[in-house]
Structures are given as structure tokens and as C-alpha cells.
């Protein structure tokens, strides 16, 4: 599990924070005992997005905001291109920044009481492309122009049922947890490919790894496994081999 933890701020995102997210998806990225990754916020919240009282410092004019974004997209970019699913479990507030990690996230599951919204209208920023690209694909196009013009915050009931949200449960880090249980059960090579392929297709983008994630599968210590169990009737152990 990682966890968001400035609890007394709401978990608000430093700039050397959405630095640190990037680095620790990436060493998670290269742990083969890691099966799958909780994404979560202490102290009720999961993230009131960026620090903007930190803005007049590190995001006062274009070529700051220009180093700031690159920072904030490297950290999305990170959770969504770590083979392992990963699982934004969110309490209270997930806004601006904060809705942006649970975007990029595989699944979403939140407390009834969460409020998710981007406020970045009120502020005079322009949301960005990546994000904004995920929203589109997860909400559609009427829903996203919703979100960002109005800056409102949205009940996770509404998200649910707008496709922002996968779950609703009063414990997500809980309903999370069970979840995760029954990913750990399957081929970590199927996930990792599956992952990469319709992330890849949801960004407009053209796999061109897909192949060799599907002949490395094919050729794999799981594959020869599940053929194995498959036949001695028994449930196959896969190591990610």
C-alpha cells in the first residue's frame, strides 16, 4: 500500500511529493513480489490535489508550471505504467491532483461520503493533457466538459454512476484489499500485458510492445505452469516468469 500521508493538509501534493510518487511506482515496477499496489490517503482523505500554497515558489509563471506539470504527468505516468494493477482506495476529498493519481490508477473504489472534483477553473490553470485524456475516456465527453468548466465537486455516487468510480463501499481500502486478493490468484504476465494494451489504446496510443509482452507470455514458466495444473486438475502457481 501506498499512502498519501499529510494528513493535517489534507494530503496535499508537494512538488517533491508528485517527485517522490514517481520514484516509488517505479522501484515497485521492478518488485516481482509485488502482485498489485493499494493507492490510498491517510487521515480521511485521499488528496486535495496539488499544494497551491506552494505555487508562488515552484508554479509562478509558464516555465515553472511547464517543470511543474512534467513532474505531476511523470507521477501518473508511473502508476499507470507499472505492471502491477494498482488500486486508488478513496476517502473524503479527491480533487485536482488527487482525482489525477486515481485516474491513472486501474480501479477506483470509494467511501460513499467521498467528494472528487477539479477544481483547476477556480485557479486559472489549464488541467492537463494526459489527465484530462483519462477523464475523457473514463466519464466521456459531455461529463468531462462537466467537471472542468464548473470546477463542482462531484458525490461518489454520481462518480460511480458516471464511471469515475468502480466501487462504492463505507471501508474502499477494505473492498480494495478483497480485491486485490482475487488478482493474486492470476498470471501476473496476462494482467502486465492486458494493462499495457488498453492503457495504451484508452491514450490513442499504439502498443508497440504489445507483441513482445504477448510472445514472452507465451513463452513463459507461467505458461508451462498453467498447462501443468490445467491438466492435474490442481490451481496453477504463478510466479511472473
Not at 32 to 50: D, E, K, P
Not at 177 to 203: C, D, H, T, V, W
Request: charged share 25%.
Amino acid at each position: 500500500m501506498v499512502t498519501l500521508n499529510r494528513p493535517t493538509v489534507r494530503n496535499a501534493v508537494t512538488l517533491s511529493m508528485w517527485r517522490d510518487i514517481a520514484r516509488i511506482f517505479s522501484e515497485l515496477e521492478r518488485k516481482r513480489n509485488v502482485r498489485a499496489i493499494i493507492l490510498t490517503g491517510a487521515g480521511g482523505n485521499f488528496s486535495v490535489g496539488a499544494d497551491v500554497s506552494e505555487f508562488s515558489i515552484v508554479r509562478s509563471n509558464a516555465q515553472d508550471s511547464t517543470d511543474y506539470e512534467i513532474a505531476v504527468d511523470a507521477s501518473s505516468e508511473a502508476i499507470a505504467n507499472v505492471p502491477q494493477p494498482v488500486i486508488a482506495a478513496i476517502d473524503g476529498y479527491c480533487l485536482g491532483g488527487g482525482c489525477h493519481l486515481s485516474m491513472a490508477c486501474d480501479f477506483r473504489f470509494a467511501s460513499p461520503m467521498a467528494e472528487i472534483g477539479i477544481p483547476s477553473a477556480n485557479l486559472s490553470i489549464v488541467y492537463g493533457v494526459q489527465s484530462t485524456k483519462r477523464l475523457l475516456g473514463l466519464v466521456g465527453l459531455t461529463a468531462a466538459k462537466r467537471m472542468l468548466y464548473t470546477a463542482e465537486r462531484i458525490r461518489a455516487s454520481e462518480a460511480l454512476h458516471m464511471g469515475l468510480v468502480d466501487r462504492l463501499n463505507d471501508d474502499p481500502r477494505d473492498e480494495a484489499r478483497r480485491f486485490a486478493a482475487q488478482i493474486l490468484e492470476k498470471a501476473p504476465l496476462s494482467i502486465a500485458g492486458a494493462k499495457y494494451i488498453l492503457n495504451q489504446a484508452s491514450m490513442g496510443e499504439s502498443g508497440a510492445l504489445a507483441q513482445t509482452m504477448i510472445d514472452s507470455a507465451s513463452d513463459s514458466e507461467d505458461y508451462r505452469e498453467a498447462r501443468l495444473a490445467f491438466a492435474e486438475k490442481r490451481r496453477p502457481a504463478f510466479k511472473g516468469l
